[in-house]
């Protein structure tokens, strides 16, 4: 039977888990693949911790290079992280004519046009399944499930740890930073949590998503950032009384002369098939020219559920390996043009519905100064709660507006923020996405 | 650039679908490919009749023969449905070299041994994406995205139709026979709609899926079938009372000696991503030994959703044959044993929750005989909703049990519907699926 020859660069936690997989499963996978999985190395800077799954300690080297340089090994796993060094050993071994499967979206994010082009070179197969949606086959979706669609939408919730948080502030009532110290506690998220509450990593996945769907490489910089730690449980429940959940999306779509590409916390309807996505689950949700609308969901990170992408993915290389295919298609499914590149639309120019929360004096004419800034900004206002004071002090105005320019939401925040009447450090200001759920098959 | 010849057999509402995307997305698709893809004849008993599309009249043919003796064409589509006459070409083309595309789930259901064993034989591939969840990706998922796992579970709402009419009946408080009545006058159910209704259709796309995930043929003829015309608007709102949602769902479960397989209304939580899919949608949500729980949602039908999964099949093997590889992985993406069969258990042996439903007269003592027979056979009762005499005439006495064994239950129905309390023909029993969703990331 033929012999794949796999090394594994990096023996973290999802390392573990691949080997775990490939030790588990391995008759399975023999079955389906027609071809013998073979962990020939395992490189990382510890070799003597316990991962709890059991491997012939001589497999295992402190030198990436022994992996690297060893002409025997068909495909490396880089599962290191970081930028610099993996980058080094992932265009190393694609030199070397070895395949490569990562996980590493911040990499791709940042740095996919160089790789993507080094694949094309050395003529060598890249797959990176695990980078979005943990074992959510999204990105094997993209390239070929969905091969024949035009790409027009995509809503993800991509963070797993943000969408954890947030469930809790909605279910439970809490406030943004009990929510994120418990998640730190049950070892949801690191400490601090700056990249996946920041809207980070979710526009890392964003864009490796959107460069596949484009077939052209898209900077996660161009994509705009917003996070989610300055959301309160009070806005959770105004968007609950205007029929919204909060979720914090990633969001691109192709409007045929640009591309918006963004990452911020947005309401969603309440019946959209989004806003059932809770705890740690990631989901994402696309409308294709002719698949119409499609949602994925699944564990978005985590050891065994990442584990079970990157092995799928050294699957899909050993079925082609198998057959002497070096290259069955480019990384992103299109052949990549040295030059052409993305244009992302300035977030000024968005187009959507907008909530927005002002604390402000109790007092007769506020409503009138506010609306009276909008409306000279061209905003109009589709519903309003005002509640009634409880004590004495600011209160809460709420309000949904009609469609508007970001550019003008943005200049008639700053006027109202300058109303002696508003408390401006206190303001908020959500997106509103509206979606497509419950419309009828074609 | 390499051109890879297609014939269509069948120019119907999917292969009209077909057509549209070839001509719309051809240079997206030529892009992606790296190869034409050119559609050279098509044929069907109808080529008078205008299908919305522009095509050179000259394709066309009466005789799908000219398709599968044609030495030039790579791929034939299959669209005519049924079973004799397809099979029949599809074996032709197969010995004849040509690949297949097919979205007949009927066929693959009831004679899919034989026409994967012939694609083993004459080294040809076969691809069936649109056989289920129309548009939605499922088949490649399992075939390769989730490769790396053993799938432990299947659920999903498999018919668009059935989910439309009970969806109809969930908001609208619609009795059966007027939500049907409406689904065929806005077309989205045949007149009559029986396979629909009645669970077989479900049942032939729960086969293929179990025989992907299984790596062995499941004949549909061993899956058991319910079908939903006799669940009634009142089933609905007890079912709501106690939490759950109703749904027409295919069930499969590798139960590690033996596997489960059934089509049936169930229950759901209603907090279950499964029980926000509503109207026409289909949905799988599947669990993998590493992966966990997924979904996949999408329209299930249609001719545009139809038609992109067709479309994708092509691509695939298109970017096979370009590489001049015949078979990447045989059709159900693990080695076809001549002999090997599964053996689902059979229905008795099923041990879940029920929901069971009687009308019987408002008397002192009736529920204390309906619990006593329940008690007698092992089945015990986890909550009763017994409401009040709003008129002369029998009253509904709902329960859930705990869990009990189909064979049980059963036993228990038949006593009870003998009682002279009980009005026996409107005795109610539907079974409860628990799910895992807000189940915490390991």
Redesign the interface.
């Known amino acids: 039977m033929h012999q794949i020859k796999v090394g594994l660069i990096g023996f973290g936690t999802v390392g573990a888990?691949m080997v775990?997989?490939l030790i588990?499963?391995r008759e399975?996978?023999k079955?389906?693949v027609?071809a013998d999985i073979v962990l020939k190395k395992i490189a990382d800077l510890d070799i003597d911790s316990d991962r709890g799954v059991k491997i012939d300690p001589t497999i295992l080297t402190t030198d990436a290079m022994e992996i690297v340089d060893d002409p025997e090994i068909d495909v490396i796993v880089e599962l290191i992280g970081g930028c610099d060094q993996a980058m080094e050993y992932i265009l190393m071994a694609m030199e070397r004519g070895k395949h490569v499967v990562t996980a590493n979206k911040a990499l791709l994010a940042e740095y996919g046009r160089e790789i993507y082009l080094a694949a094309d070179q050395y003529r060598v197969s890249l797959a990176f399944?695990a980078s979005v949606g943990?074992?959510?086959?999204i990105i094997?979706?993209l390239r070929?499930?969905?091969?024949?669609?035009?790409i027009k939408n995509i809503m993800g919730i991509l963070n797993?740890t943000s969408n954890?948080i947030l469930t809790q502030m909605t279910q439970r009532d809490l406030p943004y930073s009990q929510a994120v110290k418990e998640a730190i506690d049950l070892g949801?998220a690191e400490d601090p949590p700056t990249l996946d509450v920041d809207g980070t990593d979710a526009a890392h996945k964003l864009a490796i998503l959107l460069s596949i769907a484009l077939?052209i490489p898209v900077s996660f910089k161009s994509i705009y950032r917003e996070g989610i730690d300055r959301l309160t449980p009070e806005d959770i429940r105004f968007a609950r009384e205007f029929g919204y959940c909060l979720k914090l999306l990633a969001v691109a779509r192709d409007l045929g002369d640009g591309v918006e590409a963004r990452v911020h916390p947005a309401m969603v309807p309440h019946?959209h098939?989004l806003a059932?996505?809770?705890?740690?689950?990631n989901?994402i949700y696309l409308e294709?020219?002719?698949?119409?609308?499609?949602?994925?969901?699944?564990?978005?990170?985590?050891?065994?559920?990442t584990?079970?992408?990157?092995?799928?993915d050294?699957?899909?290389l050993a079925?082609?390996i198998k057959?002497g295919?070096k290259t069955?298609?480019p990384p992103l499914?299109?052949?990549l043009s040295r030059k052409e590149e993305i244009v992302i639309q300035p977030m000024e120019e968005l187009n959507t519905v907008y909530y927005i929360r002002f604390y402000a004096d109790d007092k007769p004419g506020v409503l009138a100064k506010i609306s009276g800034v909008l409306g000279r900004n061209q905003i109009s206002i589709a519903s309003v709660i005002q509640k009634g004071r409880e004590a004495y002090g600011p209160v809460p105005i709420v309000m949904l507006t009609h469609e508007a320019r970001e550019k003008s939401v943005q200049e008639a925040m700053k006027e109202i923020n300058q109303l002696d009447v508003v408390r401006s450090d206190k303001t908020m200001l959500i997106r509103v996405e509206k979606g497509h759920?419950?419309?009828?098959?074609?």
């Open positions: 888990g775990e997989v588990n499963n399975l996978i079955d389906r027609g399944e943990g074992g959510i086959p094997r979706s070929e499930g969905l091969s024949a669609n035009r797993g954890y949801y077939g019946d098939i059932n996505v809770n705890e740690a689950y989901a294709g020219d002719f698949v119409g609308p499609n949602l994925y969901y699944g564990l978005g990170a985590g050891r065994r559920p584990a079970s992408a990157v092995v799928s050294i699957i899909y079925r082609q057959h295919i069955l298609m499914a299109h052949p759920q419950g419309e009828r098959a074609q």
